[in-house]
């Protein structure tokens, strides 16, 4: 039952973890942007198709990843602005007040919270209603996890967790496994000795020839 | 290690002795086990009947009502009346306490309150629910913190 690797949590709030796997990911996600100056000999980076040396027109739209925008963020927006991605703008949000459980959550790239909670990094006016939308649809969605991941024992789960974002994932592991934990005592193997998973691997490999 | 002093052991005349011993004695057919008088048919509707009924918690005959009840079934059950019926009995009783501990969390969440105080819980039933309504309840709390004003942005420095 032990585990033999504790990752390190998403930050899950303006400050992401720096260790966090979950994090390092989640700050690839993209937001629209624009540039707000011309960025020479920087189109290979932010622009399909564009050769080394071209740069990036004033005015031009553009993808950036997250860790790109914060960077390159500042007050006085001399290099590049940013817009919300459609999901926390106001019409998807309504869509998640009225009711949060239809949407997929994993479409609507993976990390709908962490990236939503980072978003608030940046000066925008909408930020209260969007931190608010995630907490309430963070809310509305909990009984449903809590349901299904305390509910359903040595079946395929996939379509449990299909709609579900990385965080939720996460938090359903948690409760499968304080189901599968119970089932495990209930079934009197708790108190049989196994080997532990860490060992499990240690006979398996071979030894390859080995060169010169 | 533990250490005490049990007995005297006399044949025919019932004794007191911690769960382990018995199971150990049983085991060996060296005795035979007397259930607990909570251990019963009647008794166990009735507090199947009460919990359904209640919104609260019913309070449990034994905080180990569920390991008791297994290790008995499991081992001596032979000494117990209408075994089966008990053991449904007792399952029906948590399924019950179960559905209320999900209902009680998910009321707590959507309400975001500070504090909940659930009486007469046993720790099984706590155990099977609590890591998942810690993390949820954290994950709530940080994204709570993004309401508060006043903290300005963060950008990242070289």
Redesign the interface.
């Known amino acids: 039952m032990a585990e033999a690797y504790f990752p390190v949590a998403p ?5 992401e973890n720096f260790l966090s796997l979950d994090d390092i990911l989640m700050s690839q996600e993209k937001l629209p942007g624009r540039a707000e100056s011309a960025l020479p000999r920087l189109a290979f980076a932010l622009v399909q198709g564009a050769g080394t040396g071209d740069a990036i027109p004033e005015g031009s739209k553009l993808e950036i990843p997250l ?1 790109l925008a ?2 390159l ?2 007050s006085k927006r001399r290099i590049i602005s940013v817009e919300l991605p459609k999901i926390y703008k106001e019409a998807w949000r309504t869509v998640f007040s009225a009711d949060a459980n239809v949407v997929d959550l994993h479409k609507m790239g993976p990390y709908y ?1 962490g990236f939503g ?1 980072q978003l ?4 925008n006016p909408e930020n ?1 209603d969007i ?2 939308t ?2 309430q649809t ?2 509305s969605r ?2 449903r ?3 299904s ?2 509910n359903a024992y040595n079946e395929d789960t996939s379509a449990l967790v299909a709609r579900l974002d990385e ?1 939720e994932r ?2 359903f592991q ?2 499968q ?3 599968n ?2 089932q495990c005592w ?1 079934k ?1 193997q708790a108190s049989q000795i196994t080997a532990s998973s860490l060992v499990q691997n240690y006979g398996k490999r071979k030894f390859t020839d080995v060169d010169g | 290690v533990l250490q005490g002093d049990l007995g005297p052991f006399n044949p025919g005349l019932p004794v007191e002795v911690p769960v382990w011993l018995a199971i150990n004695l049983k085991q060996r057919q060296k005795c035979r086990l007397i259930p607990p008088e909570w251990m019963d048919v009647e008794k166990l509707e009735e507090i199947r009947d009460q919990e359904r009924k209640e919104d609260t918690f019913t309070p449990m005959p034994s905080p180990y009502y569920m390991e008791l009840t ?1 290790l008995l079934l ?1 081992y001596a059950s032979d000494n117990i009346p209408k075994a089966d019926e008990i053991r449904t009995l007792v399952k029906d009783t948590w399924d019950t306490r179960i559905a209320k501990l ?1 209902l009680s ?2 009321s707590f ?2 309400q ?1 309150e500070a504090h909940a105080k659930l009486d007469n819980l046993t720790l ?1 039933e706590i ?6 309504l810690t ?2 309840l954290d ?2 709390y ?6 508060q ?1 006043g ?1 300005s ?4 420095d ?1």
């Open positions: 930050g899950l709030g303006l400050e860790w914060k960077g963020h500042d919270y909670s608030l990094n940046f000066d209260l931190a608010q995630i907490l963070f809310i909990f009984r996890i809590m349901d991941s305390q965080l996460a938090l948690a409760g496994k304080g189901l934990d119970f209930e009197g | 297994k499991n999900r969390a998910d969440v959507r975001q099984m155990n099977t629910t609590g890591t998942f993390q949820a994950h709530m940080k994204l709570r913190t993004n309401l004003p903290e942005a963060h950008s990242q070289f």
